[in-house]
């Protein structure tokens, strides 16, 4: 891991730090799922848990070593012989194991968390690292609460760890108390008094008690550091720490700073989600990168400026991250450009319609309404509803449904494709599968649905039900939209409002 000056390794530590969150305790199989996902994104190292701290904790390092192959799996201890011999059985199975074995560096930790000297604490250190070391080649030493350390002591440390036989040396902001440059000045100081520093890669772990983690963990990387230790969305102890998405996107974006990760970008938007449902914290909608109005523009003056060239106002592109486009949100202060933008997508023709007149009706919906919708489009849209059609139309001519115990499911689908019409008959799971199954006999195209959302407009059994579909083909997504107080035909409605986009 010594070779390229400008590789940064990722650490991810969402299922050791990012699970100390309160609440939001995985099992074994859903560390697993997740460390799959790491691994297919791509982070060097794995932190799986804090062995002796619980038998679950154990367990998931020895699941977690078991199931992962290419990153590194860490397994956290505090500097002694018992934490460490735990450590070492629970990674007997690990391809690439690495014990992060350490202890606290500032006066304030030596002094009311050890009631300790700093020489006491500095032979702890050592011997810890020393230790481990007989058991596993890759050792890993924080020196806990770094952020507030006397620096002198801190490269002291770090110089001896590292002959001890530390591979790595880990630079807490623990407390997230750094400013940036303080924080960039403090890997600097190592780097320049450090003997020995070639021998190790220094890597920094930031909190965002102050909202600086993604700030210190970037200025530690421009003064020196290799690794980075993050969590999906930012998640773990108190205000959380640095988010692994806004690192890796920032380098990716200043590929001034010369620094680069193994990161595959594109899962983010999916590992967030992830995240998100299996330990119950929502991400807030704000958020960089995966928040939902990370690329959502509500501004005309915006939305005009990304539809003419995404570039505009966007530096990233939505794809990068998992998201298939940006989001043009229709409120009061939505222009034109935005709601011809979102008619076109609905399939109706602008060049027959009064957008002026459409424009103003719309501005009194919007001002009595947070977000217009799609059904709020439609309903605006009735008068017009004789000009909606697509330039390559297929619609259903014929939709008649057999159901219910003990029969198969089973739907009979007649199109209307540019004035021919073609008949199928097929069965399905359920009335909507078997329709879909239907179409797709008919239409000949190999179509994955990715979304399928059924609502009821107002409510109550004879209600309008909304259907909002997105499906993928050719490795493009289309949105669909169908409504009808029969289910099955929103939901072909949908499909084929959806299809009839590409074909």
């Known amino acids: ?111 009311y968390k050890f009631n300790s000297t700093r020489e006491d604490i500095l032979q702890r250190g050592v ?49 997230g108390y750094c400013l940036p440059d303080q924080y960039g000045a403090k890997i600097k100081y190592l780097m320049d008094h450090v003997k020995n520093i070639d021998q190790a890669i220094i890597s920094v772990h930031c909190h965002n008690d102050l909202g600086l983690a993604t700030a210190n963990t970037i200025a530690g990387i421009q003064n020196g550091a290799r690794q980075a230790e993050c969590t999906i969305n930012g998640i773990g102890e108190r205000a959380g720490n640095t988010a692994l998405e806004e690192v890796a996107m920032i380098l990716k974006t200043h590929q001034a700073l010369g620094k680069y990760t193994n990161i595959n970008s594109k899962h983010f938007y999916e590992l967030s989600g992830m995240v998100s449902r299996m330990m119950r914290m929502p991400v807030q909608p704000n958020k960089a990168i995966v928040g939902k109005n990370a690329f959502a523009h509500s501004s005309g003056i915006h939305q005009d400026g990304v539809l003419k060239h995404r570039e505009t106002y966007e530096i990233m592109n939505p794809e990068d991250v998992g998201i298939d486009q940006s989001s043009i949100i229709l409120t009061a202060r939505s222009g034109r450009h935005a709601l011809k933008h979102h008619l076109e997508r609905l399939g109706y023709v602008l060049e027959k319609i009064n957008i002026d007149d459409v424009y103003e009706r719309f501005l009194v919906v919007a001002d009595s309404k947070k977000e217009i919708k799609d059904d709020d489009l439609l309903a605006l849209m009735s008068g017009e509803g004789s000009e909606r059609n697509y330039k390559a139309g297929v619609t259903v001519k014929l939709l008649q449904v057999m159901c219910g115990d003990p029969l198969v499911p089973t739907s009979i689908v007649r199109l209307d494709i540019r004035g021919e019409m073609k008949e199928a008959v097929s069965s399905g799971n359920g009335p909507v599968d078997a329709t879909i199954k239907a179409i797709n006999s008919i239409i000949e195209k190999e179509v994955d649905i990715k979304d399928f959302h059924i609502d009821a407009i107002h409510g109550g059994s004879n209600d309008v039900s909304k259907v909002n579909m997105r499906i993928k083909y050719d490795g493009k997504h289309y949105n669909g939209y169908g409504f009808s107080t029969d289910i099955v035909a929103a939901s072909a409605n949908a499909y084929l409002d959806a299809v009839n986009k590409f074909i």
């Open 127 to 175: 011997d810890a690292v020393k230790y481990a070391k007989r058991f596993v080649e890759d050792i890993e030493f924080y020196a806990e609460d770094a952020g507030r350390a006397d620096d002198a002591f801190l490269a002291q440390m770090v110089e001896a760890v590292i002959a001890a036989g530390a591979t790595v040396v880990n630079i807490p902001d623990t407390n």
């Open 1 to 111: 891991m010594l070779h390229d000056p400008n590789r940064i390794y990722i650490f991810d530590t969402t299922l050791r730090d990012g699970e100390q969150v309160p609440g939001c305790q995985l099992t074994t199989s859903e560390k697993i799922e997740i460390a799959l996902r790491l691994e297919a994104l791509g982070v060097d190292v794995i932190e799986a848990g804090f062995p002796i701290s619980s038998p679950g904790d154990f367990e998931s390092v020895v699941a977690l070593s078991k199931a992962v192959r290419e990153p590194i799996i860490c397994a956290l201890t505090r500097a002694n012989t018992k934490d460490i011999d735990c450590a070492v059985e629970s990674l007997k199975h690990a391809k690439r194991p690495r014990i992060h074995t350490g202890i606290g560096s500032s006066d304030m930790h030596i002094k």
